[in-house]
């Protein structure tokens, strides 16, 4: 049997395999049975910047403390309190209950009280923090550059405040995504998770409203992720990057190790299959590199990332459109 132990942002996996960061992660009885399938580390529901103040302003408007200041700010401050109050103990419980790492999770769109937040997590006992951080670039008159520098901004702070490992979730949305990747790995960031899925809007033609989108992934979103990971592991030595999206069984999970993924985040097949999904992909690895003969994940991984594959230009843009040229 092949070993499937690896090192992902400093941190030792009995194999690549890690749940991310959703419902199925948010309470003691999931996160066992997760690593009681063999998971290889576990990434906690994220602790919401926007949902924490949204809860805290729905309590003061319920209230009607608004009339009184002081009691406004003392409910924003319990609503706050109590939230990451729950979310620690939930760190300090699984760190008892299971033996895979736990990576707590934040979820912002500023920098402001989230760097204290860090702090508590890791005093909580986490074994790393994944910051899921997405700025919509809404105002004309920014630049790019301007954007980028809040996610450097935010490591620095972060880093400032902690020594666990970091690790940036982030989009495929910039417009030099190398370059960010290159300035973090530049920084320090210990890992990246390549990309984040959003709640997308959808519009509901017959009754004329918003609504969500699907929100859960298709196996077909692998190819995005598996373009950027082939990309970014060929170009960028020394960045440990998880892949996220699209990961719905063990043979994407093989393909985006072949691309050069250090790890692969798996949550939209787990909620679709249960998580006996788990086994069966850590299974479908096993056979394949004991059929391939790879002894162990460094044997292979990154073996068709852009750096190593012999026509790399494959994985680039243009090629989508010289082979449908053929066909038009």
């Known amino acids: 049997m092949a070993d499937l132990t690896t090192k992902f942002a400093g941190l030792e996996l009995k194999n690549p395999l890690i749940v991310g960061s959703s419902g199925l992660t948010d309470n003691i009885s999931k996160i066992k049975d997760i690593a009681a399938q063999g998971a290889g580390a576990v990434i906690l529901k994220s602790l919401f910047e926007e949902q924490i103040s949204y809860e805290a302003q729905n309590t003061i408007a319920s209230n009607e ?35 895979i790492p736990i990576i707590a999770s934040i979820n912002c769109i500023t920098v402001s009280e989230w760097i204290s937040f860090a702090k508590s997590i890791q005093e909580a006992g986490a074994d790393a923090l994944e910051v899921n951080v997405f700025i919509l670039p809404m ?59 959003f709640y997308e809007p959808d519009i509901d033609i017959e009754n004329l409203t918003l609504k969500s989108a699907e929100v859960f992934s298709n196996p077909s979103d692998l190819r995005k992720v598996l373009r950027w990971v082939a990309i970014a592991s060929g170009k960028i030595h020394g960045l440990d990057i998880s892949a996220s999206t699209g990961v719905h069984d063990g043979n994407a999970m093989i393909k985006l190790l072949l691309g050069g993924s250090t790890t692969v985040q798996v949550c939209s097949s787990i909620y679709k299959n249960g998580t006996g999904i788990i086994p069966d992909m850590i299974k479908e690895l096993n056979q394949w590199m004991d059929n391939k003969g790879f002894e162990n994940i460094k044997a292979f991984r990154g073996k068709l990332n852009y750096d190593k594959f012999e026509n790399p230009e494959m994985y680039e843009r243009s090629q989508f459109m010289k082979y449908f040229s053929n066909h038009v």
């Open 139 to 197: 105002d004309r008159n920014q630049k790019s550059e301007n954007y980028e520098m809040v996610y450097h901004d935010l490591f620095q702070k972060i880093r400032d405040k902690i020594t666990i490992p970091v690790i940036f979730k982030i989009s495929q949305q910039f417009t030099n995504l190398l370059g960010v990747l290159n300035r973090f790995n530049a920084d320090g960031v210990n890992g990246v998770t390549l990309f984040n899925r």
């Open 65 to 99: 403390a608004n009339e009184y200041p002081e009691a406004a700010d003392y409910i924003k401050e319990y609503t706050k309190d109590n939230s990451l109050s729950d979310y620690l103990n939930l760190i300090r419980q699984a760190k008892k209950e299971v033996d």
